[in-house]
């Protein structure tokens, strides 16, 4: 009898340890509000609305996410599956400074990526993955298995799968109806039309999901969808009564709300297609929050003499930073708009008409800090900005000659990422309530979401803190029993 009792564990602990299957659904700009909390006074909360994602947080580990600085999708879905921070993969947004003129950018594609993201060091392992929609996976690069790219890619017209023969089975999963792989508009006034771009894209995506967990073998499935994204940039004042622009009744109050059911629905169908050797990962790039407004960060650098045009804008109304001419002898600093500030100073020796003596540098930086932390908002209480210097932040700052793009000098989030960051010039006023590229109604939040549920394990909903975007990807290899890179700067997960 002893012995039986002693074989029967033997067996469960090689089942528990043995090299498991990974599901990963990412949820681009889930925040934990909405997902881990649903008492009265969390009016966001909605996972007792959601019972198949709730079921993974109540059986499962779970915790907010903290994502890269700066917090929005790229760079974050790679520091995420690389397991590098921003400065090491050389890159801090979509476009990036190409070297230190004044006006080439380059386009953080998958070209700009020189570490191995998850499924290609399971690739070289010998595991076969599948990967649906992760950002900056446009150009495709060959793997052991299947890649649908994500929405950085400019047209479906492009190779965007991998093989390349995928594509042609997507036109007959979808009766020939053009793939999605993003909403042409999210920042618009039509909401109706907002909605049915968001839906229709996202059971696009579906239909292919379960497709391939049907059709094709793999070891690593992933996942994102980009829809929430779209939905919480241009609907959330409509959901959130704490938004400064919410109306109690408005007729989209439940879009929001309808969406996460909808999406629960579909996780709920895909949890039925695995087996029981498959762990299951919930993951977001960043959260979401309300946006107050947005400062106009190149207008405050002009009325504060550090930013100086050659005339005023010949454009009237909004006018990008682009279309200005800046005096650059007589300009030494210079800010991008964005979810977060990027902001350049111009230094002797370094740019072609550098204003700041370079031996100045760190001075006159730690002086530009000081003056933004200390700007107010509109009423002129602290705003409470934080700004970072990227060289500070990050293990290294990989340099041009390595592939790496210009790091901003600061970078800032206003009020905390409660403020936007606005480049263009012809705002009225410093502070604004418009958006200067559409519609928008919602900032990234610092932390993401994190589950990990083991069908094998029941782990009780146990809530962890501390976890780091970067703690993904090891802890994926360390499920599937493959050496983590000794690189990588997370850590594993602790089940």
């Known amino acids: 009898m002893g012995g ?12 528990r340890s043995a090299p498991r299957k990974v599901f990963v659904a990412g949820l681009d700009c889930a925040p934990p509000p909405v997902l881990f909390h649903t008492g009265a006074e969390e009016t966001l909360g909605l996972k007792e609305q959601l019972p198949n994602l709730g079921r993974l947080i109540d059986e499962g580990i779970y915790g907010p996410l903290s994502s890269s600085i700066p917090c929005i999708t790229v ?35 998958s070209n700009a990526i020189h570490d191995r993201r998850v499924w290609e060091v399971l690739s070289e392992a010998g595991k076969t993955s599948a990967v649906v929609g992760v950002p900056q996976t446009y150009p495709i690069k060959p793997f052991d298995g299947y890649m649908i790219s994500s929405f950085l890619t400019p047209s479906t017209q492009r190779q965007y799968t ?11 999963v979808l009766d020939g109806a053009e793939y999605d792989v993003d909403v042409p508009r999210f920042r618009t006034d039509d909401k109706d039309f907002l909605l049915r771009q968001i839906q229709e894209m996202t059971e696009k995506r579906f239909a292919v999901i379960k497709y391939l967990l049907r059709e094709k073998p793999w070891d690593f499935f992933m996942f994102v969808e980009i829809g929430l994204d779209r939905l919480h940039h241009g609907m959330w004042k409509y959901w959130d009564p704490g938004h400064v622009k919410h109306e109690p009744g408005n007729p989209y109050e439940s879009a929001i709300p309808d969406y996460y059911r909808y999406l629960d629905r ?109 700007i107010p908002d509109h009423a002129g209480d602290p705003m409470d900005s934080v700004v970072f210097k990227p060289d500070a932040l990050y293990r290294r700052v990989r340099p041009l000659q ?94």
């Open 75 to 109: 760079p974050a879905w790679t520091s995420m599956l690389a397991s590098k921070d921003p400065g090491e993969l050389g890159f801090y947004g979509f476009r990036n400074r190409a070297d230190h003129s004044y006006d080439r950018m380059s386009i953080a594609t």
């Open 402 to 495: 390595d592939g790496g793009a210009v790091p901003p000098d600061l970078m800032v989030y206003f009020g905390d990422l409660r403020w936007r960051s606005m480049g263009s010039f012809g705002i009225p006023e410093i502070y604004t309530f418009e958006n200067d590229l559409g519609p928008d109604d919602a900032n990234h939040a610092q932390d993401g979401v994190f589950v990990l549920w083991d069908p094998r394990h029941n782990h009780g909903g146990r809530y962890v803190e501390g976890l780091q975007l970067m703690d993904v990807a090891p802890t994926v290899l360390n499920l599937m029993q493959v050496p983590v890179p000794p690189d990588m700067q997370g850590k594993v997960v602790s089940r």
């Open 4 to 15: 039986e009792r002693k074989t029967s564990a033997m067996l469960k602990w090689f089942k």
């Open 162 to 172: 991998h093989p390349h023969e995928l594509r042609y089975e997507i036109d007959r």
């Open 266 to 374: 579909e996780m709920g169908e895909i949890l039925g297609m695995l087996d029981d050797e498959t762990v299951v990962m919930l993951v977001s790039d960043h959260g979401a929050q309300a946006m107050e407004g947005g400062f106009a960060i190149n207008e405050w650098l002009r009325k504060e003499g550090l930013l100086v045009l050659k005339s005023e804008p010949r454009y009237e109304g909004i006018v990008p930073f682009e279309k200005v001419e800046v005096d650059w002898e007589q300009t030494s600093a210079w800010g991008a708009g964005g979810y977060y500030a990027r902001v350049f100073m111009n230094v002797e020796g370094r740019e072609t008409h550098g204003k700041i003596p370079a031996g100045d540098y760190e001075k006159v930086r730690d002086e530009l800090k000081a003056r933004i932390k200390a």
